[in-house]
């Protein structure tokens, strides 16, 4: 049987996914991986994935992570705690941070610059992909600047690149049951992309699949991706994972990793125009990571150093650099190590140096330690809790006599 007749349709796309047999779409979407990548590489990325707050005003329904305003589980990380969390990522042989956190009002567009130029200064290669675009909407929002103005600013101060997340599903009746049309619609999600992409920013591409979105919506999600990419060509790569609904007011089951692989599979066929497809074994595990190599995956994402936000939704699988390697390794490809450009920075960098081995999973702070960092105590407070939470504190410090005081250092 034809399935498509030259680029595919969103009508085509939609008839593959409900009657294609799983084994064929595979078998196509390996055909288009490879005719993309026929030297057999599969590249991965040595960085971290560090949230910096969870305290967040959005309220997603899917989400596990995130803590109110004022809640005492809510935390800010100090710049200290960032700068020690890259150099153990340096120790390890990366050279990235992925960072990302909550919609947190008490943290202005001035702490973030200060943040970026902080890193550039102590580790000036280092690389920050920073920032999910309803991140830049929320700072935009809190410091009555453009989108593009904020993208100026935070590239000024070090912004390298811009990772997909808060995507979900780029269609407002799906964003609006899932309680994230406030942080961004599908237009101003797609909006923060195209001005990056404009300013020489490469970015990429998510989907989270598994809620309440139809198959039809799941494909206009592709297909809105595409046609992005046909505009401005600033898409590196495209991840798409599955909701985990452990801990989530929203609840339910998670799709299977049939569902997972189908879907995998058809973003290769419908995005024609991306080079790299993820292969999302956070939330799948490694096996069903190491079958996504045949169904239209061709890079295994981010060896894994520190996770909190799925592992607040139950997902807890690990692998360092041995077992990614291991696993592409088995599967028939050759391990690659690349940057955020997607370029080959070389083979595995345990077979060139001893690096210390990380099996146990990183979290933000270790369990009890909420509260916000030093620094961030700096910046003017914008809500009313944190207001409220600093003046409690300095009247305590106050009432202390001068002898049971902490030492300023
Ligand atoms: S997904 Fe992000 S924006 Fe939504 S509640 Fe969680 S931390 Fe906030």
Excluded at 113 to 124: A, W
Excluded at 232 to 237: E, N, Y
Excluded at 359 to 383: C, F, H, I, N, T
Aim: hydrophobic content about 40%.
């Amino acid at each position: 049987m034809c399935w498509m007749s030259g680029r595919l349709t969103r009508d085509e796309a939609l008839r593959l996914y409900r009657s294609a047999p799983t084994s064929q779409l595979g078998r196509m979407a390996d055909d288009a991986r490879r005719a993309r990548h026929p030297d057999g590489i599969v590249t991965y990325i040595i960085d971290r994935n560090v949230n910096y707050t969870n305290v967040c005003v959005a309220k997603c329904r899917f989400c596990a992570f995130y803590r109110d305003v004022g809640s005492r589980e809510g935390y800010a990380l100090s710049f200290d705690e960032i700068y020690r969390k890259i150099d153990e990522t340096m120790a390890l042989g990366g050279g990235q941070l992925l960072l990302q956190g909550g919609h947190n009002p008490d943290i202005p567009l001035g702490w973030y610059e200060d943040l970026f130029r902080g890193v550039k200064s102590r580790y000036p290669d280092f690389r920050l992909h920073a920032l999910s675009p309803p991140e830049v909407i929320h700072i935009s929002r809190l410091s009555r600047l453009t989108v593009p103005e904020v993208i100026d600013r935070l590239v000024a101060a070090g912004l390298d690149s811009i990772p997909g997340g808060g995507a979900e599903i780029l269609v407002d009746r799906v964003r609006k049951l899932l309680h994230c049309d406030n942080k961004a619609t599908a237009d101003e999600w797609l909006g923060v992309m195209r001005h990056a992409h404009r300013k020489g920013l490469r970015t990429t591409a998510t989907m989270m699949y598994g809620t309440v979105e139809t198959m039809e919506e799941r494909i206009e999600h592709l297909f809105r991706l595409r046609e992005l990419q046909d505009e401005t060509g600033g898409f590196t790569a495209f991840i798409a994972w599955s909701f985990q609904p452990e801990h989530t007011e929203l609840g339910g089951v998670e799709a299977t990793g049939v569902e997972y692989l189908r879907t995998l599979a058809l973003a290769r066929l419908v995005l024609d125009n991306f080079d790299n497809l993820q292969a999302s074994w956070v939330t799948q595990g490694g096996k069903v990571g190491q079958l996504s190599l045949a169904y239209g995956a061709n890079d295994m994402g981010s060896v894994m150093i520190e996770e909190n936000v799925v592992r607040a939704a139950g997902a807890e699988y690990c692998m360092d650099e041995f077992e990614v390697v291991r696993n592409i390794e088995s599967a028939g490809f050759i391990p690659k190590r690349r940057n955020m450009h997607y370029a080959v920075l070389g083979d595995p960098i345990f077979r060139e140096r001893d690096v210390p081995r990380m099996l146990e999973l990183a979290v933000a702070r270790a369990d009890g330690r909420a509260g916000e960092g030093s620094d961030l105590q700096a910046y003017e407070a914008r809500s009313a809790a944190m207001r409220r939470a600093r003046q409690h504190a300095s009247i305590a410090a106050s009432s202390l006599a001068p002898s049971d005081r902490p030492a300023a250092d």
